[in-house]
């Protein structure tokens, strides 16, 4: 049951917010992918995608675009979206789960997607990894349906077994 009474508030993310993001993402992953990928990958992509550096990096990059989503002042999740090979791609989208289910995920979606039609983009495309039903439910639910499969080396000897997603605008 969703409920549709919480006051979100969306800022881009900004360089002082850097730790704050990094240690969301790795509270969130922890609740999440166990179970889905190993620990040995979790700490491994955490390091590749949220290491502070790469989002400093991220924070420079005209291409991209990080959002994250309060709740009555407090940091709950975000969203980062960029242009990838010539697509709109919902990159990342997490939320604390004291807060899941609530919309807030949602509202990111409605943020990013508003984003691209603006920019002209026909759809907007993501990668989920096959088993994380939740996340799947939750995007279907926005309006993506799963387009193709993909098995991805990311390096470290890892791979991403995902879904891609595209939700037309
Ligand atoms: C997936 C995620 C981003 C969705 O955001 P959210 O704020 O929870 O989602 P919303 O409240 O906007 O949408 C709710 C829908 O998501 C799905 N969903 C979310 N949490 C769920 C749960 N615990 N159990 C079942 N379905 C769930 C359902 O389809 C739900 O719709 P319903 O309540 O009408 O059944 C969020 O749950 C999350 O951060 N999950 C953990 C991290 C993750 O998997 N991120 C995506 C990586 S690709």
Known sequence: MSSTTLAIEIKPVTPP???AIAALARE???ATY???ITQ???????EQRYGHERLYDDLEDADKWLD???????????AFSELY???????????HPDLQRQGV??????HVAARAKKLGYPCVILAVNKRN????ASYRKYGFSVRETVVADIGGGFVMDDFIMEKPL
């Open 40 to 46: 040995e990958q979790i700490d491994f992509m955490l």
């Open 28 to 30: 969130i992953w922890q």
């Open 34 to 36: 166990p179970g889905i």
């Open 105 to 110: 995920g949602g509202a990111l979606i409605a």
């Open 17 to 19: 917010d850097v730790p």
């Open 85 to 95: 090979k010539g697509e709109f791609k919902l990159d990342k989208l997490y939320i």
């Open 68 to 78: 994250q989503a309060f709740v009555a002042g407090r940091r709950i999740g975000f």
């Open 133 to 136: 039903e939740k996340a799947i």
